[in-house]
C-alpha cells in the first residue's frame, strides 16, 4: 500500500514546524513551576521550623534549622537551572515563531527582529519589548477567517510581571530576614510569586501552543 502525500498549491506558503519546540518549552515551563512550588513549600517549611526553634516545641535543633537552610538552597539552584533551561528553549521558539510571523506579515512588527532577544536582557525595555514582539507574533500568525478570542498574551504578561515584583520583593525582604515574623514575610512573598508564576506558565503554554497550532496552517503566498 502506498501512502500519498496531500498536493499542495505552488504558491502555498511552508513555514518551519514549530510543535517541537512548542512541546520542550511548554514541557519546561511546567516543570519550572513545579520546582517554584517546590520552593514555596520549602519556604514555609523553614519558617515553621525557625519557629519552633525559637519556641523550644518539638525537640527542633540547631541542626534542624541548618537542613531547612540546606534544603531551601538546593531547591532554589534547582529552580535556577529550571528558569535558565526554560528562559534557553523559549527564546529558540520565540526566534523561529518570529520567523515564520515575518513571512506571514512582512510588515506586521513594531520592534526590529533583534529584540526578540535583546529585549529581554535590556534594562527597563525588558518590561514590555517581549510583550510587543509576541504580541505582533500572534496577531501575524491568526490564519485568515479566524476569530482570536481573549487575550492570553496580555494575561501571560501581566502575570510575569507579577511574578517579578513579588520576586524582587522575596529578594529584598530574604536579606533583612533575621527574625521569625522576617521569614514569615519572606514565605508569603515568595507564595505570591509562585502563585502568579504558575498562572505565567499556564498563559504561556497556551500561548506558545496555539501559535505554533496556527502557524502549522498552510498559507497561500
Known amino acids: 500500500m502506498t501512502t ?44 515553621h521550623t525557625v519557629e519552633d526553634y525559637v519556641a523550644g516545641f518539638g525537640g527542633v535543633t540547631l541542626a534542624d534549622v541548618d537542613a531547612a537552610d540546606g534544603r531551601n538552597l538546593a531547591i532554589g539552584i534547582a529552580l535556577l537551572l529550571a528558569t535558565v533551561a526554560t528562559a534557553v528553549v523559549l527564546i529558540v521558539w520565540l526566534w523561529q515563531a518570529r520567523l515564520n510571523a515575518e ?6 512588527h513594531r520592534m526590529r527582529r533583534g529584540w526578540t532577544i535583546g529585549g529581554w536582557f535590556c534594562p527597563v525595555v525588558n518590561l514590555w519589548f517581549p510583550f510587543r514582539i509576541v504580541t505582533d507574533i500572534w496577531s501575524a500568525s491568526v490564519p485568515p477567517g479566524t476569530v482570536a478570542r481573549g487575550r492570553p498574551v496580555a494575561r501571560w504578561w501581566t502575570a ?10 522575596v529578594r529584598q525582604d530574604a536579606r533583612y530576614a533575621s ?40 498559507r497561500r503566498v
Open 160 to 169: 510575569w510581571i507579577a511574578t517579578l515584583i513579588a520576586v524582587a520583593i
Open 179 to 218: 527574625t521569625v515574623e522576617a521569614l514569615e514575610s519572606v514565605a508569603v512573598a515568595n507564595t505570591v510569586a509562585t502563585v502568579a508564576q504558575c498562572l505565567a506558565g499556564v498563559f504561556l503554554i497556551a500561548v506558545v501552543r496555539q501559535v505554533s497550532s496556527w502557524q502549522a496552517v498552510p
Open 4 to 47: 500519498h502525500e496531500p498536493v499542495l498549491p505552488d504558491d502555498t506558503l511552508l513555514l518551519k514546524p514549530l510543535g517541537g519546540l512548542a512541546t520542550a518549552t511548554s514541557v519546561l515551563v511546567a516543570t519550572t513551576c513545579v520546582v517554584s512550588v517546590a520552593e514555596m513549600w520549602s519556604f514555609w517549611s523553614a519558617y
Open 103 to 108: 513571512q506571514l506579515r512582512p510588515d506586521g
